[in-house]
């Protein structure tokens, strides 16, 4: 039980997921969160105009849960090579966490992920824009050589995809994939190197 | 109408892949197959052992469709830095044939692929052996420096997943796509090469 005054968009949204997760998503109703919180659904409308703007929040939510961590990344100082690895390093291990530990709930998020194009693509640009700026450092440091971070950054994105992207997630307990993942590296390390 | 002594697996698997696309691959069973030839489906039989083993051959016939181009480029002479970019752009773009031009078929197919670990893995053994043996005619040319071309291969197979694997079919009609590629490959190359 929460009391109106004290609820929060978080709170909102974590009983949102528990609720998209024992219903489903074709299921789940802004009503049906209202109930898990204590709250009429008025209270919940206060923070999210709609049921799509409170699906889109969660789904934001649950795109950005490593976000914290690799934006940190993004701007600390340090080698920018180091810097790089480990940003796809743990950009794989938040994915494949979310995959292995929770599949149901995976699931679930594949079916929202699929209705918000938008969401997802914002997530996107906000990848590649940090990929873009840890190279760009690179650069700067005389480590790396392309000529636009940009370009480049949406390349390594796309080039990483089997290590990020969840249409992969089937893959993702296999016993070699950690080698897989080191060996795509490598060769992008030496494509993007000043020689 | 097809008399027994000339029927051929060839026209088995195209009668097969007709019946597959109108019962689906749920449905679809041999007796189907044999009504659409006009033999009994011991006739069938005698070609292929189980209906498991149909399947299998149809699935494998699929997958290697675009194997007789991929293999002529594997053997060519010539330079193997064009020949890398050529034997991955056409296996794309057979493969984006395949979904754009027939996406209820190339749906069947996907089903038929999920069922027959085996038959892709052995598919992908394949491909990147052809990557393999047109890397070491690069690394005996001086234009790659890979000190394993078995695992370069690999990398180079994994980092393109975005251009051949049906995961991402959805993603082959958007506008970006050709610059997409062009833009993985100039890094995959830029990793390959000697400088």
Chains 1, 2 share one sequence.
Not at 56 to 63: A, D, G, K, P
Not at 93 to 112: G, I, V
Not at 145 to 169: C, K, L, M
């Amino acid at each position: 039980m929460t009391t109106d005054n004290a609820l929060t968009p978080e709170q909102i949204l974590s009983a949102a997921e528990d609720v998209l997760r024992r219903f489903g998503p074709a299921k789940a109703t802004v009503v049906d969160i209202a109930r898990a919180l204590g709250v009429s659904h008025g209270s919940v409308y206060r923070h999210f105009p709609s049921k799509a703007a409170l699906r889109e929040s969660v789904t934001q939510r649950w795109l950005d849960q490593a976000h914290d961590q690799l934006a940190t990344i993004t701007v600390e100082r340090g080698p920018a090579v180091e810097r790089l690895h480990r940003w796809l390093a743990t950009l794989f291990a938040a994915k494949r966490k979310k995959a292995l530990d929770d599949p149901e709930l995976f699931a679930t998020y594949m079916t929202l992920v699929g209705e918000a194009s938008d969401t997802v693509e914002a997530h996107i640009e906000t990848l590649t824009g940090q990929i873009a700026s840890i190279l760009q450092d690179g650069i700067h440091q005389g480590a790396f050589t392309p000529s636009h971070a940009g370009n480049a950054a949406r390349a390594v994105f796309h080039a990483t995809a089997r290590f990020h992207d969840p249409e992969y997630a089937g893959q993702w307990s296999a016993p070699r994939i950690e080698e897989d993942f080191e060996a795509v590296w490598s060769l992008l390390l030496n494509g993007l190197r000043s020689h």
